[in-house]
């Protein structure tokens, strides 16, 4: 993470330091288990705490902590496919030449 001269640390802000754990590449490819176990928790304890609800689909065991599951994934999944095509530049988009730095020496 740190560089041997200390030019890297140089280029973080001091206020993103105690964050820079969330940047660590076990926690990148563990979040979508992560959030599943804490799903599994919360119907778990569905199945101790008797609800009233109006819509009969919400009496199911543990129909919140799926719904809340599946909005999650739905809203990553919107992020990587739509929102990406929509917003996203392709990888050599500031590599390119452009008549601005001609001009410039």
């Known amino acids: 993470?740190?560089?041997?001269?200390?030019?890297?640390?140089?280029?973080?802000?001091?206020?993103?330091?105690?964050?820079?754990?969330?940047?660590?590449?076990?926690?990148?490819?563990?979040m979508?288990?992560?959030f599943l176990v804490?799903?599994?928790?919360?119907?778990?304890?569905?199945?101790f705490h008797h609800r009233h609800?109006?819509?009969?689909?919400?009496?199911?065991?543990?129909?919140?902590?799926?719904?809340?599951?599946g909005a999650f994934v739905l809203a990553v999944m919107i992020g990587w496919f739509v929102i990406r095509g929509l917003l996203g530049r392709e990888e050599d988009y500031w590599d390119g030449d452009s008549s601005d730095e001609e001009g410039q020496s």
């Open 53 to 69: 609800e109006y819509v009969h689909l919400a009496e199911f065991y543990g129909f919140y902590a799926m719904w809340g599951f």
């Open 1 to 30: 993470m740190s560089d041997p001269n200390g030019k890297h640390d140089e280029l973080i802000h001091p206020v993103a330091r105690p964050f820079l754990w969330l940047d660590s590449g076990w926690l990148k490819s563990s």
């Open 32 to 34: 979508i288990w992560i």
């Open 38 to 47: 804490a799903t599994l928790g919360f119907v778990a304890v569905d199945f």
